[in-house]
């Protein structure tokens, strides 16, 4: 069953398998130019160590994404990869999960920095932590040192068409995806988050003005169980929050500071807690300068007392037509339908997923 366009495009094809670049073509939002390894070579893992980061063996993930021309990396079989250090990736890079169960647990996550066109689709990432540093290669023909890592999930640093789709996090010691350092052209999209505190962060401070360029799409996400905030957490930039289900916040859903455009469309917000019914919070800013931030809300749900508060032009969409991401909202009340296979989806081969 597919419940939202996106999934359209690609799970009802029983040859999935047999046409796996297809999956490229079916994005939406900011991050839609991204194409991955589309029609580069097919790179199967077979190996899940990752025993040597500087002299990674052929047949491992890291060996996978520091080449430099585009892979498609798929998986012979499920298993668990944990990373010693980040894993940093080249560009023109898709990590397709389907068909297996993937996982990288217990270890470092995974980093997107100074390069374009990603995809990372049907994985699980959990129980990721920090690392030490030290020295990592990042290519083929390149390995630098790296400093101590946070423990994201997913690090978007500097980079440019990115898609993030149906990936399961859980348990990420810093942050489960972050955008900043002027990352843009991003879609977050059909993915499944719990158990944690700070959820995505777009922009890293308030003096990191180039983040003003960032344009994120989030649509059809669940938000599930035990999050605290930063579904997401804005700074700068154009956001537009579409057909997600938020189903648990025990501070706040959607935050910012540093005047960021917020569009939210079609979501449903469900208060988790009695004392957090407020679906926003505005930072490091008085009232009278964030009452012109431009937050807008449109034919959204709220269920248990759940309240947005608006701000700015709230026809500034109309007025920008220019800043216009391909996904068109449908009402609120098809959230649930629409995020109801979030997350890693099986995948068998002969057979739609």
């Keep these: 069953m597919a419940t939202n366009p996106i999934d359209r495009c690609w799970r009802c094809q029983p040859n999935w398998a047999e046409n796996r670049f297809r999956l490229a073509d079916c994005a939406l939002g900011f991050g839609r130019r991204a194409t991955g390894g589309k029609n580069g070579r097919i790179y199967v893992v077979t190996d899940s160590s990752d025993d040597d980061v500087q002299n990674p063996k052929p047949g491992t993930l890291r060996h996978a994404v520091i080449q430099k021309e585009p892979v498609w990396i798929v998986f012979r079989r499920s ?3 944990t990373l010693q250090q980040e894993l940093i990736m080249q560009g023109d890079k898709t990590i397709d999960g389907r068909g297996a169960r993937v996982e990288i647990a217990y270890g470092a996550g995974i ?3 100074f390069v374009r066109n990603v995809i990372i689709h049907g994985i699980k990432i959990h129980n990721i932590k920090p690392k030490d540093g030290g020295m990592v290669r990042d290519s083929v023909d390149h390995f630098g040192f790296r400093t101590r890592s946070d423990g994201d999930g997913i690090s978007i640093f500097g980079s440019q068409d990115v898609w993030i789709d149906h990936v399961s996090l859980t348990k990420c010691t810093d942050g489960m995806i972050d955008a900043i350092q002027g990352s843009t052209g991003i879609t977050i999209s059909n993915n499944h988050f719990t158990d944690h505190n700070k959820t995505l ?4 401070t308030d003096s990191a003005t180039e983040d003003k360029k960032m344009q994120i799409t989030v649509a059809f996400n669940h938000f599930g169980k035990r999050l605290v905030q930063r579904m997401p957490r804005c700074r700068f930039g154009y956001i537009h929050v579409v057909n997600n289900d938020y189903t648990h916040w025990i501070m706040y859903a959607i935050g ?3 005047n960021p455009t917020i569009l939210s469309q079609g979501n449903r917000y469900i208060a988790y807690y009695p004392f957090a019914k407020q679906v926003t919070k505005r930072e490091k800013a008085s009232e009278s300068e964030w009452k012109k931030w431009t937050w807008i ?3 959204d749900v ?3 007392d759940a309240y947005f508060v608006t701000s700015g032009d709230q026809s500034w969409t109309k007025k920008h037509p220019e800043v216009y991401d391909k996904v068109v909202a449908a009402p ?3 959230v649930a339908e629409m995020t109801k296979f979030t997350g890693i989806v099986g995948c068998n081969v002969g057979r739609p997923c």
């Design 111 to 113: 980093t997107i920095q």
């Design 297 to 299: 809300s449109e034919g």
């Design 79 to 81: 298993m668990v990869i």
């Design 332 to 334: 609120g009340t098809y």
């Design 201 to 204: 962060l777009f922009g890293a």
């Design 256 to 258: 910012g500071s540093s």
């Design 302 to 304: 709220f269920l248990r």
